[in-house]
């Protein structure tokens, strides 16, 4: 597979050496002396280092720069090699799996040592344990994918962390949970910062604003909870009615009804392909929970036909 293709031309072996695992000088000092209050009881050290964004979403920061560049290094040179990419999901064209191409057991001592913790402590219900995850990097610059359309994660806690490299804009939107009235209404910019983690629940839709210049890498970890998910996950809540015209900046080309009615698909080929998804794709809001203000003809249907008016 491909994992055993690319051990002889592993840059760096010590990020694929999981008997080795983690070690304490990849991350950032604050972060380490959190983890260890964290093992001797100590809870309130992880509220002490976090930043709440806003409502649910908290950032820290996590590892150093060296490491982030370290790390870097070593994504490149796996493109280097010509072996294959598969992209993370649907969404991302430039990304790469890591799990793949053979880090998994390392994300695996990442997600049980550190994230774990601190995500049971931030999410009870959905972070009370996890089974797994999808873990992978996604790339922003010019010429390739600008950024990410709104959307919500396959995951029930999602971990991001940013590696740079340099970058302007390329910001993460975030709105409401889905199902909720606020579903599709703002709630917070956040402006990544190399070696920072953001944490969020993966039902928090969010996407990435398009980079002016430079490229932004990021690590996504899609931890799963197979306990929470034998519950019926975030879709047993229901789907409540949405409050309002949902914001501009939340508005999301692949899944709402009603986006071409509030907003212009995007510029070019972007935009033929954002129409082409939407016709495919588009489920949002369902009938049921349509918004006072909503075109009749979308309240009473979700087809095709409805939706280019
Ligand atoms: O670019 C980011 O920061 C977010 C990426 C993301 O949401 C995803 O890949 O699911
Ligand atoms: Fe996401």
């Not at 493109?79 to 064209?93: A, C, E, V």
């Not at 610059?141 to 994660?153: A, F, N, S, V, W």
Request: net charge negative; charged share 25%; hydrophobic share 35%.
């Amino acid at each position: 597979d491909v994992a055993k293709q690319y051990t002889p031309l592993q840059k760096h072996p010590q990020l694929f050496d999981d008997r080795q695992g983690w070690l304490e000088g990849w991350f950032d000092p604050a972060f380490n002396s959190m983890m260890r209050s964290l093992r001797e009881g100590n809870e309130s050290a992880l509220w002490e280092l976090l930043h709440e964004e806003t409502p649910g979403v908290y950032s820290f920061p996590m590892w150093t720069p060296k490491f982030c560049r370290f790390l870097m290094e070593e994504i490149d040179n796996y493109k280097q090699t010509g072996l294959p990419i598969r992209r993370p999901n649907s969404m991302n064209n430039y990304g790469l799996v890591v799990n793949e191409i053979g880090m998994l057991p390392m994300l695996t001592k990442l997600q049980q040592i550190y994230l774990q913790p601190i995500a049971k402590l931030l999410f009870p219900e959905e972070g009370a344990v996890f089974h797994g995850h999808h873990s992978f990097m996604v790339q922003y610059k010019q010429g390739e994918d600008l950024g990410l359309d709104m959307h919500t994660d396959d995951s029930d806690v999602t971990f991001n962390i940013c590696l740079g490299k340099e970058f302007v804009a390329a910001g993460l939107t975030l709105c409401g949970t889905v199902g909720t009235p606020d579903h599709r209404q703002l709630a917070h910019k956040y402006d990544h910062i190399p070696g920072r983690c953001i944490v969020h629940l993966g039902s928090k839709r969010h996407g990435a604003d398009d980079i002016i210049t430079g490229e932004r890498n990021n690590l996504i970890v899609w931890n799963h909870n197979e306990d929470f998910r034998a519950r019926g996950g975030t879709k047993a809540r229901g789907f409540a009615k949405e409050s309002d015209i949902p914001h501009q900046d939340c508005l999301s080309y692949t899944h709402d009804r009603d986006y071409s009615l509030l907003k212009e698909f995007p510029q070019g080929e972007r935009g033929r392909v954002a129409k082409a998804t939407n016709k495919r794709q588009a489920w949002c809001p369902p009938n049921h929970a349509c918004y006072d203000s909503m075109a009749p003809v979308l309240k009473r249907g979700s087809s095709y036909e409805f939706r280019h008016l």
